[in-house]
């Protein structure tokens, strides 16, 4: 009895030893010494919320209920903004020309409508259509697109009618397809599920990314594009895929399938990328660090992975990787690996950017893990708290 | 801070000894010994008992190479272990416990602690109470989220049981946990974070005896 417990407790204490590992840069106890508090603000900390808009000096953001609060800075505590009447649950928002649409649902049925405002609480029920069976929606400089759930594509210049692509249609098999538009270098760019086009809606060029060399598809068939970044400033193209890789186009509107450059290497274990944005942080030199942050998609939920210094020239100068304590440009890594946000599905990014032309804050929109505002700290120090 | 940290640990070795001092003390009294030798009687070579506690976990300071102490930032939090030793004599038996606690960081993360101890105990008896002072070494498992490490630990603890019949025994025990949480700097994590980890359990006891 006594020799078999021996054994048991000497089998115990080497699998301790075989399972020793340590994937943060920080010690345990180091780390439990360094931890403080997050500051929290007034909108839920586990809401979901993919879609954030600023108008009228005001930001705007769809966390199942409305919220706003003033921009730049301006206030701290959010207040909600009343729902459309019966649909009180937003999901996703657009600004077009200083109008804000929004897709709502009623609890009691399950299609959702599409409305407009101000923000001031008050909404208009605009036409949708498929019968209502609207899928997904975006809204890219001058038009709102809804998908259906059997993977068609609508536009709208104002929500009042929408004409049916037949260019692009349909896009998916099913409505849980991926779908994103962005608008850049004078042309639109659309990506559903295995594709990525350019054009005009009613126009659409497929442009999914091809080897150059032997001009095939670039990613394996069961991968899928998730989200599309236009960089203004680089005049570039980024798109993301669930298997972790990151793309990217210079100068988009003339580009063909083979003008992509693709990462060398993936998010490391695989995981799934989602909302993209690129900063360029004031640094103490002087400088500006430039960085892509992508978010992790919705079944890794691991905060976001950084691309320094994005380029095309060559493969690996677009490996997205964990922050790391070497580098804490977007946040002191302490704080960032013990805040929630390290360990949440990142839908996507929103920058507010202040009237002066140099400080902005950005917004990290979470499944479940509610919403991140990353703002100055004082000197170069940048930072996180949950809103 | 080096104030402050001797301060503690002046402090944590007064209670230690002074408890140790008066639970050694104990047995000089004749009637004491008397009871104890008619107790003892019950127990030889190979005797064994299992010993299960469960209690609070509470995080006292961290200090590091230079010193310096810390705050934990943890909450208080629980614990539970389960004991099997065998007694090589009358007063002296050694067996192995494994463990386990948890307690919460500011921002509620999780921070467990698993230590696996070879345990030695010594058995001070005056019928039908039992003081058994304790020192186990070993291993400890703490994982904090993405961040685990194995750790020395040494758990020095001191008990007092009440004898209900030759097989069962209820008490409180209380032990020191000592992890010197040391980095080599050759993986991810620098040198610079290691830290030494100082935590205090205090748990109710149940012991059977076969």
Redesign the interface.
Known sequence: ??KK??SA?LL??SA??L???????????????R????KNYALPDHCTSESMVKTGGYLYVAASTIYKKKAEGGEVDWHKVDSPEDYHNVTEMGLLSDTIYILAYDPDDAKPALFSGSGDGSWEKKSTPADGKISRMRVAESYIFLTDRSGNLYYSTDGSSFTKDSGASPLFSTSTGNFDVVYGDGSYYLNAQYKIYKGNPGSWTDITPHRPSDNKSWKDDEDVYTRLYYDEEDNRLYAADNSGYIYAVDSPSGASKTSWQKSDDNTSSGLGLQGMIVLRIPTSTGGKHKVLLAGSGINSGRGYFEVHNPRTEKRDYLDPERPR?SIPIVSNYYDY????IS?AAINSFFIDEYSDGTSFDFYALTYGYGVWKNSNKGGYERGWNQE | MMKDFKKKLILILAMFIFISGSLWAAPSDDEDIDDQDTFVESYGL?D?MFIINAGLFIPLF?FDRDMEV?????TLGGHGSLC?Q?FLSNHFSL??E?GGMFAL???E?V?YM?P?T?KATYWIRFYPFEIPLSLGL??N??????????DFIAKPSVGFYWNMNEEWAFGINATYWF?P?I?SGS????S??????NFMDASLSVLFRF
């Open positions: 009895m006594g417990i021996i407790a115990l204490m301790f030893l399972i020793s590992c340590n994937e943060s840069e920080i010690g345990v106890f180091y780390g439990l010494s931890e403080e508090k997050v304590n690996m013990s805040f929630d360990k | 190979g064994q961290f810390f705050d934990t930032n943890l099997w065998v067996g192995a494994l960081s500011p921002n993360r921070l698993i696996l070879l070993g291993g498992l703490s994982v904090l989220e993405e961040a685990a490490h194995i992890v949480q980095y993986g991810k994590v620098s610079d974070h290691s830290m030494f980890g």
